[in-house]
T-cell receptor, first 118, second 112 residues
Framework: AQKITQTQPGMFVQEKEAVTLDCTYD???????LFWYKQPSSGEMIFLIY??????QNATEGRYSLNFQKARKSANLVISASQLGDSAMYFC???????????????FGTGTRLQVTL | DTEVTQTPKHLVMGMTNKKSLKCEQH?????MYWYKQKAKKPPELMFV???????INESVPSRFSPECPNSSLLNLHLHALQPEDSALYLC???????????FGNGTRLTVT
């Protein structure tokens, strides 16, 4: 079963508008972390924002915020005031068992390609 | 600039060649990862090293051989690859736990 689901293969947004990228996840762990990464066409994976399963407040980092709804198992990324440079692939990802003593793997969703238009 | 350095940036190799990908980080991270990413797909985990020991192998074919000589360095040795192994290979590191993985810029591998 898919652990991370991103249902929007592609999204368009006008410059200066806000956009929400959807992400739902599936886990039986109590302790997990949710991450969003941006991947421009050049290929590097850029970390954007993190939400821990026990965090009560939604995470924010500059123009990025994470709308975390634990009961619904969703962790949507909101980008405010979109810029042309935001055009990229966006991946939602999850690390389970993050309080264990071993390195835990990061599992990615299928991604959403965002295009910012003038 | 990324704090995880991968070399080479691009690699073209024949199916009978032996080559190695290199990854280096100096952030003191004790977990290091290899991911493979095909075009228009998400990265897929290949290997995880924790404290220089292999902790996760995602059933990767033996033509891919990882090595972690020290806490800063991670290699991926390639031998007898197939054209379908052509992909972007991403290295990452992290402290363990709830912190993000820091990725390198990747090596674009083409197998001819």
């Amino acid at each position: 079963a898919q652990k991370i689901t991103q249902t929007q293969p592609g999204m368009f947004v006008q410059e200066k508008e806000a956009v929400t990228l959807d992400c739902t996840y599936d886990t039986s762990d109590q302790s997990y972390g949710l991450f969003w990464y941006k991947q421009p066409s050049s290929g590097e994976m850029i970390f954007l924002i993190y939400q821990g399963s026990y965090d009560e407040q939604n995470a924010t980092e500059g123009r990025y915020s994470l709308n975390f709804q634990k009961a619904r198992k969703s962790a949507n990324l909101v980008i405010s005031a979109s810029q042309l440079g935001d055009s990229a692939m966006y991946f939602c990802a999850m690390r389970e068992g993050i309080n264990t003593g071993t390195a835990s793997k990061l599992t990615f969703g299928t991604g959403t390609r965002l295009q910012v238009t003038l | 600039d990324t704090e995880v350095t991968q070399t080479p940036k691009h690699l073209v190799m024949g199916m009978t060649n032996k080559k190695s990908l290199k990854c280096e980080q100096h952030m003191g991270h004790r977990a290091m990862y290899w991911y493979k990413q095909k075009a228009k797909k998400p990265p897929e985990l290949m290997f995880v090293y924790s404290y220089e020991k292999l902790s996760i192998n995602e059933s990767v074919p033996s033509r891919f051989s990882p090595e972690c000589p020290n806490s800063s360095l991670l290699n991926l040795h390639l031998h007898a690859l197939q054209p379908e192994d052509s992909a972007l290979y991403l290295c990452a590191s992290s402290p363990r736990g709830r912190t993000p993985l820091h990725f390198g810029n990747g090596t674009r591998l083409t197998v001819t």
